[in-house]
């Protein structure tokens, strides 16, 4: 059964750093797009990165340009986020999400994970 488990979240203040982990299982990374999405309290979900099968193609949300990168290591079917330079509008619940075909800023992903929480304040 395909899963996905974020990790890494927590309590960071402004400027500081974190690294989520989306550690997936019943999939092979090199065949699923893979995005990382936020929900803010009171807020819609809005994707964040969004990364394709091979992962030589990525691309962010103009909020996090610069400050997020996403990777992957096949190897360990795991999927991250360095996030760098946060602010408190960073706060929000992080979430991973798979598609066999192709990545979009959208709800259409085929698989979701549960989430993990990022508080950024002082």
């Known amino acids: 059964q395909l899963q996905l488990v974020e990790s890494g979240g927590g309590l960071v203040q402004p400027g500081g750093s974190l690294r989520l982990s989306c550690t997936a299982s019943?999939?092979?990374?090199?065949?699923?797009?893979i995005g990382w999405f936020r929900q803010a309290p009171g807020k819609e979900r809005e994707g964040v990165s969004c990364?394709?099968?091979?992962?030589?193609?990525?691309t962010y949300a103009d909020s996090v340009k610069g400050r997020f990168t996403a990777s992957k290591d096949n190897a360990k079917i795991t999927v991250y986020l360095q996030m760098n330079s946060l602010k408190p509008e960073d706060t929000a619940v992080y979430y991973c999400?798979?598609?066999?075909?192709?990545?979009?800023?959208?709800?259409?992903?085929?698989?979701w994970g549960k989430g993990t929480l990022v508080t950024v304040s002082s």
């Open positions: 019943g999939l092979s990374l090199d065949r699923y797009a």
């Open positions: 999400a798979a598609d066999k075909d192709y990545c979009s800023f959208s709800e259409a992903m085929d698989h």
């Open positions: 990364m394709s099968a091979s992962g030589r193609s990525i």
